[in-house]
């Protein structure tokens, strides 16, 4: 299986806004939830958002209403756009499918698999 890739991370100002894209490889793809998990330094991976295949999505409280999950399946491609963004923001951003198909986004970092290297996200006050 082919981990995923994250792009789209930078510094920006805190209230602005970035989108990160999460490509795929695989004609299965489109039958998988995926999640957003993010890491800052000093602390454990966390759930922030996820999307199942059929565009459901789950997110953490703490994103609520500011992040947005979508989904492309015929580019094979997850986003998140971020509003509003936060100093407390600032992690490393990685996206990750979900084990088993048709699912609905968990928050379990163990029910995820194809990880990606991350993309560093960075909102200063």
């Not at 970035?18 to 490509?23: K, Q, T, V």
């Not at 993010?38 to 209403?65: C, D, L």
């Amino acid at each position: 299986q082919v981990p995923l890739v994250e792009s789209g991370g930078g510094l920006v100002q805190a209230g602005g806004s970035l989108r990160l894209s999460c490509a795929a490889s695989g004609r299965n793809f489109s039958r998988y939830a995926v999640g957003w998990f993010r890491q800052s330094p000093g602390k454990e991976r966390s759930f922030a958002a996820g999307i199942a295949w059929n565009g459901y999505t789950v997110y953490a409280p703490s994103v609520k209403g500011r992040f947005t999950c979508s989904r492309d399946n015929a580019v094979n491609t997850i986003y998140l756009q971020m509003n509003s963004l936060k100093p407390e923001d600032t992690a490393v951003y990685y996206c990750a499918s979900h084990r088993f198909p048709s699912g609905v986004p968990t928050m379990r970092l163990v029910d995820y698999v194809n990880w990606g290297q991350g993309t560093r996200v960075t909102v200063s006050s």
